[in-house]
């Protein structure tokens, strides 16, 4: 027999010398309160519980007995194995913060090796420098999951996820911590955050131009489309010649989208929007710290972004002179260097330039370089003014109507006197003129049909266009009187006999302008 307030180890002795396997216990009041395991006894010593007394023993059996199966299953091959097969580094202490286990990837991910801090306590790892802050002893100290970034001694980045194991009591056992090395997904992240923000910064260079329609009346801009065809396929630079508004733009377009490189990015740089300051490091990109304000990470060029594409470059004329000297190297050697960096740069890119201004008076006057102009001026395109294009204007007009009709979710419809009078206009700033007109007429007409007397006034008496013929000038006049008489008696047979023609001439007539 045993008492109960015994220690194991007086229970053990006892045993041994009674040569018994198991001996009944009793409490201070000679209650039995269970049944001694010589076996259970011996394995409990071993653990560290010698002078524990054998009542106290009994009530916490189940937990020893688990807190042993649980340290040997630690140490055991199979669980060894099945740890070391994770990606994710595991961590294990016991309830008090000492470090039972790692995994093989754990070591990998530190750099720190399992013999350095089996048995070590969180608070030692923290003070050796191992790790910034111990999630272990938060979770210890919480009594609930946790899940924290963590700063390893290697410099890499971890995320850490704690979690408490707790027996039925609810006494905490254990803690089970899985370690993500989170350096490259963060380096990742960081490269997206600036991928994000260049795209931003560049959408309004990069066009898509696709889809864009040139309208071809004029047998000149056919036959000028056709040779744009054929220069489009070749890899020489192309210099667009024509007024202010002309479509300079929409033919560098136009190449691009019939050449080889049509896959490959069309950025648009407008040298004179761009002030002498930006200007460099915007075509041609900086180092890191290259200079005050300059992004710690640095910035590519749209030179760079136009690698394999087409540049093109607007109103080349107010191009600086020192970078005219940086434009020839990649124009000659496809090579550059960026604002601060001494390393070259290869580039396969097209360069298209445009201006409105003689590039010849330009050499003169000294604003372009005499090298820099025949390198431009390959082959040097002209594009006529709309003035000089008279057959193209009714489609532009029809064209543009269509196109801000939609995007104003109106119906707006012009008048045929309307019609005749824009085609008369001489626009003296071409395209862009005439699209700017028919916007502001869409967006500001409080008719469907709308009239003379909602043509802005600067068109109404301005100066027509000297391009049309006496015949076409005769033929527009009567297409006005017609249709004016038309509105005024409202049927043929009145209109005709107040212009004093047959009804069938004014029939004839009307027909022949439909």
Same mark, same amino acid.
């Given at each position: 027999m045993l008492k109960g307030t015994d220690s194991l180890a007086i229970a053990l002795v006892a045993m041994t010398k009674a040569n018994c396997m198991y001996m009944e216990v009793f409490n201070q009041s000679n209650k039995r309160i269970g049944t001694a395991i010589l076996g259970e006894i011996r394995q409990a010593i071993q653990s560290g519980f010698a002078d524990m007394p054998v009542e106290t023993f009994l009530l916490q059996k189940p937990q020893l007995h688990m807190q042993d199966q649980f340290q040997s299953f630690l140490e055991s091959d199979m669980f060894a194995v099945l740890v070391d097969s994770l990606y994710d580094g595991l961590y294990v202490t016991d309830g008090i913060g000492i470090t039972l286990k790692v995994n093989k990837a754990?070591?990998?991910i530190t750099g720190i090796q399992a013999k350095q801090i089996i048995g070590m306590h969180m608070r030692d790892m923290e003070k050796l420098g191992y790790i910034s802050r111990s999630i272990s002893l938060e979770v210890i100290k919480q009594k609930q999951a946790i899940t924290r970034m963590q700063r390893l001694a290697n410099g890499r980045n971890a995320m850490v996820s704690g979690t408490p194991a707790f027996n039925k009591d609810g006494e905490l056992l254990f803690v089970v911590s899985v370690v993500r090395d989170m350096t490259d997904l963060l380096a990742m992240q960081a490269e997206l955050e600036d991928l994000k923000e260049w795209? @931003? !910064?560049i959408d309004h260079h990069v066009s898509a131009g696709k889809g864009?329609?040139? #309208? @071809? !009346?004029d047998v000149e801009t056919v036959s000028f489309l056709k040779t744009a065809k054929r #220069? @489009?396929?070749t890899t020489a630079t192309v210099c667009l010649l024509g007024e202010s508004g002309v479509g300079k733009t929409r033919v560098a377009a136009f190449i691009h989208e019939h050449s080889l490189r049509k896959e490959h990015p069309f950025v648009v740089v407008n040298c004179g929007a761009l002030s002498e300051a930006l200007i460099e490091s915007e075509l041609f990109g900086y180092a890191p710290g290259a200079f005050t304000g300059a992004l710690a990470k640095g910035k590519k060029g749209l030179i760079e972004v136009a690698n394999g594409g087409t540049l093109f470059l607007d109103e080349i004329g107010e191009l600086p002179l020192l970078l005219q000297t940086r434009l020839l190297k990649v124009i000659d050697e496809l090579r550059y260097t960026p604002v601060g960096s001494t390393e070259l740069k290869e580039v396969n890119v097209r360069i298209i330039a445009a201006t409105n201004q003689s590039l010849q008076e330009l050499v003169e006057l000294g604003k372009l370089r005499e090298d820099l102009y025949y390198r431009l001026a390959v082959v040097p395109m002209t594009i006529k003014p709309l003035r000089e294009r008279p057959k193209e204007v009714k489609r532009l007009i029809h064209l543009f109507l269509n196109e801000f009709n939609e995007r104003h979710n109106r119906q707006i419809q012009l008048s045929k006197d309307v019609v005749h009078v824009l085609e008369w206009y001489h626009w003296p700033g071409n395209i862009r003129e005439l699209k700017n007109a028919i916007e502001c007429i869409v967006a500001t007409s409080m008719n469907v049909l709308v009239g003379m007397d909602q043509l802005p006034t600067h068109i109404l008496h301005k100066k027509s266009n000297p391009k049309r013929t006496l015949k076409e000038a005769v033929q527009t006049?009567?297409?006005?009187?017609?249709?004016?008489?038309?509105?005024?008696h409202g049927n043929t047979r009145a209109a005709a006999q107040a212009l004093g023609i047959s009804q069938s001439t004014l029939v004839t007539k009307r027909n022949k302008r439909e």
């Amino acid at each position: 027999m045993l008492k109960g307030t015994d220690s194991l180890a007086i229970a053990l002795v006892a045993m041994t010398k009674a040569n018994c396997m198991y001996m009944e216990v009793f409490n201070q009041s000679n209650k039995r309160i269970g049944t001694a395991i010589l076996g259970e006894i011996r394995q409990a010593i071993q653990s560290g519980f010698a002078d524990m007394p054998v009542e106290t023993f009994l009530l916490q059996k189940p937990q020893l007995h688990m807190q042993d199966q649980f340290q040997s299953f630690l140490e055991s091959d199979m669980f060894a194995v099945l740890v070391d097969s994770l990606y994710d580094g595991l961590y294990v202490t016991d309830g008090i913060g000492i470090t039972l286990k790692v995994n093989k990837a754990y070591e990998r991910i530190t750099g720190i090796q399992a013999k350095q801090i089996i048995g070590m306590h969180m608070r030692d790892m923290e003070k050796l420098g191992y790790i910034s802050r111990s999630i272990s002893l938060e979770v210890i100290k919480q009594k609930q999951a946790i899940t924290r970034m963590q700063r390893l001694a290697n410099g890499r980045n971890a995320m850490v996820s704690g979690t408490p194991a707790f027996n039925k009591d609810g006494e905490l056992l254990f803690v089970v911590s899985v370690v993500r090395d989170m350096t490259d997904l963060l380096a990742m992240q960081a490269e997206l955050e600036d991928l994000k923000e260049w795209q @931003a !910064e560049i959408d309004h260079h990069v066009s898509a131009g696709k889809g864009a329609t040139i #309208v @071809a !009346e004029d047998v000149e801009t056919v036959s000028f489309l056709k040779t744009a065809k054929r #220069v @489009a396929q070749t890899t020489a630079t192309v210099c667009l010649l024509g007024e202010s508004g002309v479509g300079k733009t929409r033919v560098a377009a136009f190449i691009h989208e019939h050449s080889l490189r049509k896959e490959h990015p069309f950025v648009v740089v407008n040298c004179g929007a761009l002030s002498e300051a930006l200007i460099e490091s915007e075509l041609f990109g900086y180092a890191p710290g290259a200079f005050t304000g300059a992004l710690a990470k640095g910035k590519k060029g749209l030179i760079e972004v136009a690698n394999g594409g087409t540049l093109f470059l607007d109103e080349i004329g107010e191009l600086p002179l020192l970078l005219q000297t940086r434009l020839l190297k990649v124009i000659d050697e496809l090579r550059y260097t960026p604002v601060g960096s001494t390393e070259l740069k290869e580039v396969n890119v097209r360069i298209i330039a445009a201006t409105n201004q003689s590039l010849q008076e330009l050499v003169e006057l000294g604003k372009l370089r005499e090298d820099l102009y025949y390198r431009l001026a390959v082959v040097p395109m002209t594009i006529k003014p709309l003035r000089e294009r008279p057959k193209e204007v009714k489609r532009l007009i029809h064209l543009f109507l269509n196109e801000f009709n939609e995007r104003h979710n109106r119906q707006i419809q012009l008048s045929k006197d309307v019609v005749h009078v824009l085609e008369w206009y001489h626009w003296p700033g071409n395209i862009r003129e005439l699209k700017n007109a028919i916007e502001c007429i869409v967006a500001t007409s409080m008719n469907v049909l709308v009239g003379m007397d909602q043509l802005p006034t600067h068109i109404l008496h301005k100066k027509s266009n000297p391009k049309r013929t006496l015949k076409e000038a005769v033929q527009t006049l009567e297409e006005r009187l017609i249709e004016k008489a038309m509105m005024e008696h409202g049927n043929t047979r009145a209109a005709a006999q107040a212009l004093g023609i047959s009804q069938s001439t004014l029939v004839t007539k009307r027909n022949k302008r439909e």
